[in-house]
């Protein structure tokens, strides 16, 4: 059974910082490609960063410069830190492993950011 559970959210002032891990388990995580998407009230789910199997990465821009993600397959988590954050941040953050040979597309259940004073 393929289970992503994300840990870290909470409540954070701007201009603070927060880490996100992801723990994975049920896949062969180091084929994966792991990313993060957020879902803010009243707006769609969108990519925020994406670490693929073989380490390279992709960012949103809007998040370019301030969040970096990371893997550590011996492990089987994805990390998200995230810094600067804003309140435009704020949002349930979604882990996601995706390996389009496998067929294999999986959702954590989210992990809500809030940024606010």
């Known amino acids: 059974q393929v289970q992503l559970e994300e840990f870290g959210g909470g409540l954070v002032q701007p201009g603070g910082s927060l880490r996100l891990s992801c723990a994975g388990s049920?896949?062969?995580?180091?084929?994966?490609?792991m990313a993060w998407y957020r879902e803010a009230p009243g707006k769609e789910r969108d990519l925020v960063a994406r670490?693929?199997?073989?380490?390279?990465?992709n960012y949103a821009d809007s998040v370019q410069g301030r969040f970096t993600i990371s893997r550590d397959n011996a492990m089987n988590i994805v990390f998200l830190q995230m810094n600067s954050l804003q309140p435009d941040d704020t949002a349930v953050y979604y882990c996601?492993?995706?390996?389009?040979?496998?067929?294999?597309?999986?959702w954590g259940k989210g992990t809500l950011v809030t940024v606010s004073s």
């Open positions: 996601n492993a995706l390996n389009t040979y496998l067929r294999g597309n999986y």
């Open positions: 670490i693929w199997s073989g380490g390279s990465t």
């Open positions: 049920g896949i062969s995580f180091e084929s994966y490609a």
